[in-house]
């Protein structure tokens, strides 16, 4: 996949440094949803350049260093260290704003396994398992799990339950979504952003600036970062891209 650009709007409240919150579509808050669905071994290679808060980081160089003779003869370290990830089926995928990260968009290109034992043996219990990685051990029999069985997927009609749409992703597109500075996200509404103004007491209305800005993978790598440390993330995202972009003007 090619990396994917992204924009939203900022309203700056320029008395305070601060974004009081963003315009966004679809594509954004498909990305901010899947950064929930990340296990942490598809992130921690992308923050590791840049330091990273805690000790996970030690975890993941622990496994790199591992010899393979410490590991069970079933594990493999690619599955730790590079785990695919599975995103909703659908027309469109989720934006590419994080680099290396392999995903797959549908359950038919995940592989599933069973042990080679005959089923139809009437003493077997190996019907009750099957597995997504190649070489596991049958709980049932003990055996390896390397035969390949396929997935079927259900029909459209059972996908859409009713809907026609077939955008993909996480939420629909018909709507425009307001993400605020923690990136809770809400519909976007005019009633909400007047209330808003006043939550957050803004008093001078000319203060106020709207700024679009583009999201490519360098900032969706920050984003993924300070969203893991800050609850001001788009202000200590963009805010400091802004402040050099107008000195340079």
């Known amino acids: 996949m090619e990396e994917t650009n992204v924009s939203i709007k900022l309203l700056i409240d320029t008395k305070s440094h601060r974004v009081l919150f963003a315009e966004a579509g679809k594509d954004f808050i498909d990305f901010l949803f899947h950064i929930l669905s990340l296990p942490v071994g598809t992130f921690i290679p992308l923050l590791k350049k840049q330091g990273m808060v805690g000790s996970l980081g030690s975890v993941y160089e622990s496994i790199e260093s591992l010899s393979t003779t410490y590991l069970q003869p079933n594990v493999n370290k690619e599955t730790l260290l590079k785990p695919k990830v599975q995103i ?3 027309g469109t995928e989720v934006p590419l704003l994080l680099p290396n ?5 549908s359950s038919t290109s ?5 042990c080679q034992r005959n089923y139809f043996s009437s003493s077997s219990s190996c019907l009750d398992y ?7 051990i049958c709980p049932s029999c003990r055996n390896v799990m390397t035969r390949e069985i396929r997935f079927v997927d259900p029909p459209p009609s059972a996908m859409n339950t009713g809907s026609s749409s077939s955008e993909g992703g996480y939420v629909k597109g018909v709507v425009t979504y307001m993400v605020m ?4 996200v809400k519909p ?9 103004l006043s939550k957050f007491d803004v008093k001078e209305i000319g203060a106020l600036e709207e700024k679009v800005v ?8 920050k984003l993924l970062k300070a969203s893991l440390q800050s609850k001001r993330v788009l202000t200590d995202v963009f805010l400091p891209t802004l402040k ?5 003007q």
């Open 110 to 114: 995940m592989k599933f396994y069973r």
């Open 244 to 248: 050099v972009e107008t000195e340079v």
């Open 88 to 90: 909703s089926s659908g």
């Open 188 to 196: 976007m509404s005019t009633i909400s952003s007047i209330t808003l």
């Open 101 to 105: 990260v392999e995903s797959s968009s």
């Open 181 to 184: 500075d923690n990136l809770e």
């Open 214 to 221: 583009e999201l490519g993978m360098d900032e969706g790598v």
């Open 130 to 136: 099957v597995t997504n990685y190649n070489n596991a």
